[in-house]
């Protein structure tokens, strides 16, 4: 019973050991979740602006498309107009 309470400097300096390094372990890992959390926060930002320049071209796309619509129609009446005056001649030709 005696030997089990003694303490010798060669236990202290293994507790002090194990102690400084598991200190160390926890600020590496803690250092580390930092790191990672900034990097992820940029990546957050970098795609918060790829998606407003996407919604940005989608808008862009559906004004083309619109665009392209309004074209088309003007151009079938442009043709339906032209079909009516070459079958029929100008009214005022036939008055």
Do not use: C, W
């Not at 060669?10 to 372990?25: A, D, E, K, R, S």
């Amino acid at each position: 019973m005696d030997e089990f309470l003694r303490v010798n400097l060669g236990n202290i300096l293994t507790i002090i050991t194990f102690l400084t390094g598991g200190v160390y372990f926890v600020s590496t890992i803690k250092a580390s979740v930092e790191a990672q959390g900034g990097r992820l926060n940029s990546v957050e930002s970098e795609i918060h602006e790829l998606r407003k320049v996407m919604v940005s071209l989608a808008r862009q796309e559906e004004r083309m498309t619109a665009m392209d619509q309004r074209m088309l129609a003007q151009g079938s009446r442009l043709d339906r107009i032209t079909n009516q005056l070459y079958r029929h001649g100008p009214q005022e030709e036939k008055d």
